[in-house]
């Protein structure tokens, strides 16, 4: 299984970045989907999780109201949509593919390289 992320870039505040992943190897339908970040000097935090069933999604409170995950099986790829962005959410960002519905990074088995997003003026 592999993850391709992809769509990051540097941003004023306040502007917007669509992340990408594609996923190879297995059905994206079949796994609980996540986007993690990793800021500098800091550890990995979860940001938002899809989830394989039903599509329900859970968002970090940093994040929550403006950043949307979502997924499209057929492409088998997953979306992080960033609004209203901020110098914070300044960070390494990576997908992640797994078969419990949770927060933790030991939840996911699969991870992308990560893409760069920096928000700075």
């Known amino acids: 299984v592999q993850l391709q992320a992809s769509g990051g870039g540097s941003v004023q505040p306040g502007g917007s970045l669509r992340l990408s992943c594609v996923v190879s190897g297995a059905e994206l339908g079949s796994h609980t989907m996540a986007w993690f970040r990793q800021a500098p000097g800091k550890e990995r935090e979860w940001v938002s999780i899809i989830a394989s069933s039903d599509g329900t999604t859970l968002y970090h409170a940093s994040v929550k109201g403006r950043f949307t995950i979502s997924r499209e099986n057929r492409k088998n790829t997953l979306y992080l949509q960033m609004n209203s962005l901020k110098p914070e959410d300044t960070a390494v960002y990576y997908c992640?593919?797994?078969?419990?519905?949770?927060?933790?990074?030991?939840?996911?088995?699969?991870w992308g390289q990560g893409t760069q997003v920096t928000v700075s003026s």
């Open positions: 992640a593919a797994g078969s419990r519905y949770g927060t933790q990074q030991y939840d996911y088995n699969y």
